[in-house]
């Protein structure tokens, strides 16, 4: 179905509902980064909200660095964002991103996703979506990949173990247009509340969480064992170890099994 398959200005325009987000947009075909083409527009002053997708990312990104795979059928979207708070605040920024990004996929979907921390999007155990946040004093470029109608087969073995699509989890392809509209208003809304009302941005996060309560292995400048206890307002992960409460501000984390091992018969 072409409209499921190819977001179109018009047709986001259309299913808007937004004041600021998305009222500029530009949808391209494919790009490197549709993070890159957004700091470009913000370096030459696009106004906050200017939105940015592309149907395909040949050099997709994650944190660090990291490949993020983006063929056509996913939702590639990036937005200029002049955010008054300073940068030790947008950890928390990027978690409100990735709430919003659950808030537009369920609706548009009736599943239940949830976050890991700190930005990634999941359904069962998998990775449906990430977000990245990058930025320079005067402007952070807001960016967020959901693999909506990607089918099974498109991942590499090695992601296939990790990664899902909604296309994969419902059977049956998503609206882009839709989910891109929706995107755009969640993204509005949790943008407004992570200034005004940092405690419900950790509020909807414990309600979303997959790691909360959860032991998990910690990996950041050090790795260690861990149960998570819940986030603190810049976005840090709050971790109970044997030696006390570790406050993460950057890393991974893995679940680790609860149940105690048992010795083979
Ligand atoms: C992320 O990084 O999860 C952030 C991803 C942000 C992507 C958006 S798309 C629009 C905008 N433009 C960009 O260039 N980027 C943003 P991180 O937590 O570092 O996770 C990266 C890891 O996720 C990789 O090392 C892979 O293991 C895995 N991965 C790569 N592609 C994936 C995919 N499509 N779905 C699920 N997992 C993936």
Redesign the pocket.
């Known amino acids: 179905m072409l409209t499921a398959q190819h977001p179109t200005a018009d047709e986001i325009s259309r299913r808007l509902h937004t004041v600021r987000f998305g009222r500029v947009i530009h949808v391209l075909d494919v790009v490197a980064?549709?993070?890159d083409v957004a700091k470009q527009l913000a370096e030459a002053g696009a106004e906050e909200g200017t939105a940015v997708i592309a149907r395909e990312?040949v050099a997709?990104?994650?944190?660090?660095d990291?490949?993020?795979?983006?063929p056509r059928g996913?939702l590639?979207?990036?937005m200029v964002l002049r955010p008054p708070l300073p940068a030790e605040a947008w950890p928390l920024l990027g978690c409100a991103l990735a709430l919003a990004a659950c808030d537009a996929i369920d609706a548009a979907t009736g599943l239940r996703t949830g976050v890991k921390w700190p930005?990634?999007v999941m359904i069962r155990s998998r990775?449906l979506g990430?977000?990245?946040v990058e930025g320079t004093p005067e402007f952070a470029v807001g960016?967020?990949?959901i693999?909506a109608n990607i089918p099974e087969g498109a991942f590499d073995q090695a992601?296939a173990q990790?990664?899902t699509s909604l296309q994969i989890v419902t059977g049956h392809p998503v609206d882009l247009n839709t989910l891109a509209a929706g995107l755009l208003g969640a993204i509005e809304r949790s943008y407004a509340q992570w200034q005004a009302d940092k405690t419900s941005i950790v509020e909807e996060w414990r309600r979303r969480s997959v790691v909360l309560g959860q032991l998990v292995r910690v990996i950041g400048a050090t790795a260690f064992d861990g149960v998570v206890e819940g986030l603190d307002e810049t976005g840090a992960l709050l971790v109970r170890t044997a030696e006390g409460l570790q406050v993460v501000r950057a890393g991974e984390v893995s679940i680790r099994l609860t149940e105690p091992e048992r010795p083979r018969e």
């Open positions: 980064s549709t993070n990312q997709g990104r994650g944190r660090r990291r490949r993020w795979v983006s996913g590639w979207a990036s930005n990634d990775k990430g977000v990245l960016g967020v990949g693999n992601l990790a990664a």
